[in-house]
């Protein structure tokens, strides 16, 4: 190859990244121009804590069910209280009349009085005060008090206590509301036959640091500390309610102690009890019997609601309220006409 030659290929060797480069620029599409868009609105966001309804879940009527929020000292136990929790219901009134006005006299006043005679008789009758025993063998008249006297005691705290127990378990009226609590290994369920035979199940809810990411856990609106539950047994308020307990596995314990309310829950035994609950508002209890390993994260919440609240909710669950449901049967059945006189004279011969 000659020098020129050489020139040559060495030029065109400098001048090839320039064109390639040349080329890339021109094959290189350009990018479109975009109108500016407003961004939309951002949707707000549920706390996580909280049940997000469907509005696929309304009732027809446009209404919807909202979980009632919970009040602090109502229906539940308070800080370093001693006493019965507030009773909402007139056999729990009841109840706590008898227990301070029969219970707190004996405590005070028979025991004291008791405890006094017994000092008495240790310095009166004590050997220095008397060098010589008595011979005393009995005495009608403290006979007859310390015997009578009892017993007008003992009768005066029976006819309350026997009123109470039979109140506390007269059977629930015909229209009474019917939910069935079944406890589980270590959760309830409630079952509601009257209403579609649907069943709620209730687990406790966990605290936030106890919980994954995006779970649910327990904020004050839902309750106290282990008493809180992720569904609540939903009641109509002021209605007669028929509650009947059983268990799956072990025996446990309905307790709402509230309403003074403590049924036990029997494998392959169906109890029942009549409940009332006048007010509106969240009630909670516990399981109280010893029934494993997590008995003590078993709790329970009854929402007691206005009875056209509870239709929404029941409606939500996919259940039909009792008058519904017969005005459906009843449009159901087949139009029947009255027989004419020949069809009867028919059926006759």
């Not at 009792?322 to 159901?332: F, H, R, T």
């Amino acid at each position: 190859m000659n020098f020129s030659n050489k020139l040559l290929l060495l030029v065109g060797l400098l001048l090839l990244p320039s064109q390639l480069f040349a080329q890339e620029s021109a094959q290189e599409p350009q990018a479109p121009v975009v109108a500016p868009v407003t961004p939309a609105p951002e949707a707000p966001v549920a706390n996580d804590a909280q049940p997000v309804a469907d509005s696929a879940t309304e009732a027809s009527d446009g209404a919807k069910y909202v979980p009632m929020d919970a009040t602090p000292g109502f229906g539940m136990p308070t800080d370093k209280a001693i006493d019965f929790q507030d009773q909402k219901n007139d056999l729990g009134q009841r109840a706590y009349w008898i227990n301070n006005y029969i219970l707190l006299p004996i405590i005070t006043v028979i025991s004291l009085f008791v405890l006094a005679l017994l000092f008495w008789v240790i310095v009166r009758y004590r050997r220095k005060a008397n060098p010589e025993p008595s011979k005393t063998t009995h005495n009608t008249m403290i006979e007859i008090l310390w015997t009578g006297i009892p017993v007008l005691i003992l009768l005066g705290i029976a006819i309350p206590s026997i009123d109470l127990l039979a109140k506390q378990f007269e059977p629930a009226p015909k229209n009474a509301v019917t939910v069935k609590a079944i406890g589980y290994q270590w959760y309830w369920g409630f079952n509601y036959p009257d209403h579609g035979d649907f069943e709620v199940v209730a687990n406790m809810l966990k605290e936030k640091e106890d919980v994954a990411e995006g779970e649910r856990y327990r904020t004050d609106a839902d309750g106290p500390q282990l008493l809180a539950t992720d569904n609540r047994m939903v009641v109509p308020a002021g209605v007669p309610i028929r509650l009947q307990t059983t268990a799956a596995d072990v025996i446990h314990s309905f307790a709402i102690p509230s309403l003074w309310f403590k049924l036990d829950a029997v494998p392959g035994r169906l109890n029942e009890k009549a409940l009332m609950i006048p007010e509106p508002g969240v009630y909670f209890g516990q399981c109280s019997e010893l029934c494993g390993a997590l008995h003590g994260y078993m709790p329970i919440a009854i929402e007691a609601l206005p009875p056209e609240e509870f239709a929404v909710w029941v409606k939500e669950q996919g259940g039909s309220m009792p008058a519904d449901a017969v005005a459906d049967a009843q449009a159901a059945e087949p139009a029947t006409e009255p027989a004419t006189k020949n069809e009867v004279a028919a059926e006759a011969g």
